[in-house]
């Protein structure tokens, strides 16, 4: 990289703090029984039959830019869709979502309008909204600015269950577009300057686009892209010792990568940091009739 070039450790992000935080906890964790951990949702036995899957995730920095474009409903869209991905990866159905709204001074229009966008992800998916907390923090939130995070529990049979323990060298990467930076790297983009409104799109939901492959081919893993990158994030569902290789040149990345490219952000950071045009990944044999094939494991 150049000198100048911008890094997410510039904008104060650390992705091998949070790696190394998931390792550090890991022993707590599965000391309570826990499995799962480290994946796109924990797991949890409910019968002989299902585990319930859960997950639980924040719309983070680009809440602020929400904030000050007007559109805080396409933030209360991104943390629901967000945390359902998350939980789908497992090959569960989401069943509802827990939000939580903090903020030194609580606004109801503000928070309507969060609730409201997340009430509308969570329609399309069939997944109830069943409640959460909405807290005043003065002294811990900046003036202004707010926080969302969610919690989506689904649930999957065993039999149904997608751990990516069958995955072997050969099998083929499909790959689902995204809607552009969707939750992730939003601390290095506000450091690049003022981000076009239509750049703050929402996350997109991948729950019917996942049902639809199930349909037609063998899911043998599924990886949600979010902070860490496509390569990042698939490595979290492989078995040891098989890797993915990533044709780079397969999709046509959205405008808003273009931009980031251009003030200053190399294509290896880029990488690392987001997901490039590609929201979800999943792991099949064989590719089914029309898929967008973005690479293979070996």
Known sequence: MTKDARTYEDAGVSLATASAVVERLRAAVESTGA??????????????????????????????????????????????????????????????????VAAAHIDLEQVAELVEGAAEICRAAGCALVGGETAELPGIY??????????????????????????????????????????????????????????????????????????????????????????????????????????WDAWERPPVFAWIAERGVPEEEARRVFNLGIGMCAVVPEAPPGALVIGTLE
Not at 64 to 72: K, N, V
Not at 74 to 80: P, Y
Not at 169 to 174: C, K, L, Q, S, T
């Open 142 to 247: 900046q003036e202004e600015e707010l926080d969302f995070a969610g919690t989506c529990v689904g649930i999957v049979g065993r039999d149904e269950l997608i751990d990516g323990s069958r995955c072997v060298a050969g099998d083929v990467i499909v790959g689902f577009p995204s809607d552009g930076l969707h939750t992730n790297g939003f601390s290095l983009v506000r450091t690049l300057g003022d981000l076009p409104r239509e750049f703050l799109a929402p996350h997109r939901l991948y729950l019917d686009d996942v049902r639809a492959l199930r349909k037609q081919a063998d899911a043998k893993a599924l990886a949600h892209v979010t902070g860490g990158g496509i390569v990042g994030n698939l490595e979290r569902v492989l078995p040891e010792g098989v890797h993915a290789r990533i044709d």
């Open 35 to 100: 499995t799962g951990f480290g994946a796109f949702s924990g797991l949890f036995p409910l019968d002989d039959r299902r585990l319930l899957a859960a997950s639980t995730d924040g719309v983070g920095s680009k809440l602020m830019l929400h904030r000050r474009a007007g559109t805080l409903r396409w933030g209360g869209m991104d943390l629901a869709a967000h945390c359902i991905d998350d939980v789908i990866c497992s090959g569960a159905e989401p069943l509802f979502l827990l939000d939580y």
